[in-house]
């Protein structure tokens, strides 16, 4: 079955402890990406990559790393997490031929940051 | 900067009558641009898509219609059915790998 995965579906930590969240995909897609999701905000990117080793900043990429060392797994890391990084992430990924494909969504990861 | 807009945080709608959720854009340089919808407790799903040099787009209840002039699209749902109720968001893209740029969502909520 196509899918995103995303691990763990809910973490409560507390600030200055780092964590990563894994995100892994098995359709082979060259463009992986991390959001957030904030009431009233939205959907907000925080990285994208391209393809292995190659990642660019979203809007909001404060506070957050990424690497792509494989193509199926984009890991987001949070050095040090602060109470501000309390929110809903997802991981997606798609094709990217063409800027509209579509993109496939993990189900979430709920962050609480005490 | 909001570069992509949705400017209805809610709307309710009567089962078997159309649905129109609206979106404007101020970045001319997108090219793309696609609606989600989105299910409490779950990931979005990709539902229609249009790109810059179509105004007008197609699959089954739903159409999407896009005025580049005015940097506007809108969603139709018609009928819309209780199941059509979740958060609809609408992302634009310049194309290629690039950045996407979702708008804030609206909850439409049809009512059987």
């Known amino acids: 079955e196509a899918q995103v995965t995303q691990n763990p579906r809910y973490l409560i930590t507390v600030t200055g402890k780092k964590l990563t969240v894994t995100c892994s995909q098995n359709?082979?897609?060259?463009?992986m990406s991390w959001y957030r999701q904030d009431p009233g905000l939205g959907l907000r990117q925080i990285y994208y990559s391209m393809n292995v080793e190659v990642t660019d900043k979203g809007d909001v990429p404060e506070g957050y790393k990424v690497s792509r060392k494989e193509k199926r797994n984009f890991p987001l890391i949070l050095e040090s997490p602060s109470p501000n990084q309390t929110s809903l992430y997802f991981c997606?990924?798609?094709?990217?031929?063409?800027?509209?494909?579509?993109?496939?969504f993990g189900p979430g990861t709920r962050l609480t940051v005490l | 900067d909001q570069q992509v807009k949705q400017n209805s945080p809610s709307l309710s709608v009567q089962e078997g009558r159309i649905s129109i959720l609206n979106c404007d854009y101020t970045?001319?340089?997108?090219?793309?641009f696609l609606w989600y919808k989105k299910y409490p407790a779950e990931g979005p799903t990709f539902l229609i898509s249009i790109s810059s040099i179509k105004d007008k787009n197609e699959d089954g209840r739903f159409t999407v219609f896009l005025n580049k002039s005015a940097k506007h699209l809108s969603l139709h749902i018609v009928p819309s059915q209780p199941g059509d109720s979740a958060v609809y968001f609408c992302?634009?893209?310049?194309?290629?790998?690039?950045?996407?740029?979702f708008g804030i969502g609206t909850k439409l909520q049809v009512i059987p």
């Open positions: 970045n001319s340089m997108f090219d793309y």
């Open positions: 992302a634009a893209s310049p194309g290629g790998y690039q950045k996407v740029t």
């Open positions: 997606a990924s798609s094709t990217g031929l063409a800027g509209g494909s579509e993109q496939f």
């Open positions: 359709m082979n897609h060259e463009y």
